[in-house]
């Protein structure tokens, strides 16, 4: 089998769909319902096929180079139990979700890669849609794989855990393996950003980085309805704190000259929050600041992506 091929839904900044693109498979067609999301792919990625439109407007029957893909991935927004959310906003998840698995109907893949948060895989709260999730696939021929994967275990400077689902026909179902860690250490802040935070001459980044020793709390996006742009909860900003870093608000540039000497803690930039998300450097995110960092935010690590694709191209090609 030669020239696997896949449609991403809910693409967002394209993490899982760049990852997918480096383990070997070429994307049919992506699909965001924001505009600044599909901005940022036509940016990286011209020559991509991308629909703007709302998942649950999506129609196969109209987008028949959909039909008999390789695989179908979602990197879907992360569904909440309803005792930590509004109901309105877990019923709009938990819709793309089920809306994302429901193609399988008509698509058809040959294995299908769905990413969410980890209580997905085995938490109480969300053993209905795990129901749902087996009774729909099952009934098509599909056999899955629940895990639960690191992203920092894969080189990103992250603790980032994603809870994954992978759908396979039956027929290449047992050739799956869950994709092992790709590194014996996780890489931290400071090495990470060291080389970015001294750019512009700040005397102090090879001290900071050799403090900042631990790898990132997970990044967060954030809602829409929110504010400006921050690096999460107050837990995760005291865990920022403790690697030198303000997680308050985001930095327009890293620091220069002008920090040289100033106690308090520095703040790291929307482009310095990709790197942590493991994006290559000259991966763009169009939109003004909070738009970047909330695309960036909601990303899948690319990492984590190809480490699934090539894990699901081994069983598609035996």
């Known amino acids: 089998m030669s020239g696997l091929r896949f449609v991403d839904v809910c693409s967002g900044a394209g993490g899982l ?5 480096q383990a070997g498979f070429d994307p049919v067609l992506l699909l965001d319902n924001k505009p600044v999301a599909c901005e940022t792919l036509h940016m ?16 196969p029957d109209e987008h028949p180079h959909t ?10 927004p992360r569904v909440k139990s309803s005792a930590t959310a509004a109901r309105v906003e877990t019923d709009e998840e938990e819709q793309l979700l089920r809306a994302a698995v429901l193609l399988a109907h008509s698509i058809q893949p040959r294995a299908m890669i769905l990413e969410n948060v980890p209580g ?21 021929g599909y056999r899955l794989h629940w895990f639960v994967l690191n992203a920092a275990d894969f080189g990103v400077p992250q603790d980032r855990k994603q809870g994954v689902v992978v759908a396979l026909k039956e027929r290449y179902s047992d050739f799956f393996r869950p994709p092992l860690r ?15 935070m001294a750019a512009r001459g700040w005397s102090g980044a090879e001290a ?6 631990a790898v990132a709390p997970t990044l967060v996006g954030g809602s829409d309805n929110r504010g400006g742009a921050d690096l999460g909860p107050t837990g995760t900003k005291n865990a920022w704190a403790r690697m030198g870093v303000n997680g308050g608000a985001l930095a ?17 930039t ?14 763009l995110f169009a939109g003004r600041k909070t738009a970047r960092y909330r695309q960036i935010g909601h990303a899948s690590p690319p990492p984590v992506g190809k480490a699934l694709g090539a894990a699901v191209a081994e069983a598609l090609r035996v």
Not at 208 to 213: F, R
Not at 252 to 267: H, N, R, S, V, W
Request: charged residues 25%; hydrophobic residues 45%.
């Open 182 to 196: 790709t590194v014996d250490e996780h890489l931290s802040v400071g090495r990470a950003l060291r080389h970015s």
């Open 208 to 213: 900071w980085a050799a403090q900042a020793t």
């Open 270 to 283: 929307d482009a310095q929050a990709a790197l942590l998300q493991s994006f290559p450097a000259d991966w």
């Open 67 to 76: 039909y008999d893909v390789d695989l179908l991935s979602a990197g879907l």
């Open 120 to 140: 997905l895989v085995d938490a109480a709260a969300f053993e209905p849609l795990r129901e749902f999730v087996r009774k729909e696939l099952e009934h098509l």
């Open 44 to 59: 990286n990625r011209p020559q991509w096929n991308v629909l703007q439109m709302d998942l649950l407007d999506f129609v």
């Open 252 to 268: 327009d540039e890293a620091p220069g000259p002008e920090a040289d000497g100033c106690p308090g803690l520095i703040k790291i």
């Open 17 to 21: 769909a760049l990852g997918l693109e």
